[in-house]
């Protein structure tokens, strides 16, 4: 049973999600703290890469100043070395298969499992080719986490029938970004996730942004992911962001409980 589950264990869960180096590492830590400390119960550590192909303007933007700021992978796996230190809760990377190929599979797992992350997602790996990651990732005790969107129709219990750790639910078609609404039949993805995989956690994200589109999530899934408001926030706040996030992230977790 992998600590992921761990996450799910105290009603609905949040994961927010940030982009590492974004200003710089030290306020990645920082915010990573006070998320921690306001509710979070996994937290999503983007890893910075040049054609972030899933990601909106926002999330793209927080790419290009990382990456400016001189942030490389091994930085971030010696980032999380000291954050493990304080933070016990559930961590995964969110990156691309680019990033995982280019430092060696076998070599970027093996380091992800000795500074403590618990899971790995890769949005541009399909279901399909997900074999070239998964034998390393076991290997190592770290998840591959699917991705299921509303395009998956007859292939979400294929997807979800050997799903780890839990099934990232994407809401809405097209890259990441805040929406002023949610249309998909989210209910009922989750409903066809947990028809194939009872015991599968469902988080949903892409597109949440409020406490109140938050809350109407998480009634229907076990778990919220929000990525794209919190980057703009650090966006606005540079190196002060801990406290504006901390206090958002409050806000949902007060939301979705």
Do not use: H, W
Request: hydrophobic share 40%; with cysteine; charged share 25%.
């Amino acid at each position: 049973m992998s600590n992921i589950r761990e996450a799910f264990k105290n009603g609905k869960a949040f994961i927010p999600f940030i982009t590492c180096g974004d200003p710089d590492l030290e306020t990645t830590k920082a915010v990573v703290k006070e998320m921690v400390a306001n509710g979070a119960d996994l937290i999503e550590l983007g890893i910075p890469f040049s054609d972030p192909t899933a990601e909106g303007p926002v999330i793209q933007e927080a790419n290009l100043r990382a990456l400016t700021a001189g942030t490389t992978t091994d930085k971030i796996f010696d980032m999380v070395k000291e954050l493990r230190q304080d933070v016990k809760v559930p961590m995964v990377f969110m990156t691309y298969a680019n990033v995982v190929f280019s430092y060696g599979t076998e070599e970027f797992c093996k380091k992800a499992s000795e500074v403590g992350m618990d899971g790995i997602i890769l949005p541009d790996v399909p279901y399909e080719e997900k074999e070239d990651f998964v034998p390393t990732c076991k290997k190592y005790g770290l998840d591959l986490i699917s991705l299921i969107a509303p395009t998956s129709n007859d292939r979400v219990k294929m997807i979800a029938g050997d799903a780890d750790g839990f099934v990232y639910c994407v809401s809405s078609l097209g890259v990441t970004g805040v929406r002023s609404e949610i249309t998909t039949d989210i209910g009922g993805m989750v409903k066809l996730v947990k028809e194939a995989n009872p015991d599968i956690p469902c988080a949903v994200g892409f597109g949440i942004s409020n406490a109140e589109s938050a809350a109407k999530m998480a009634k229907v899934s076990d778990g919220v992911i929000v990525g794209s408001a919190i980057v703009k926030i650090i966006a606005a706040n540079g190196k002060d962001s801990a406290k504006p996030v901390g206090e958002f992230v409050k806000s949902i977790t007060d939301a979705i409980k």
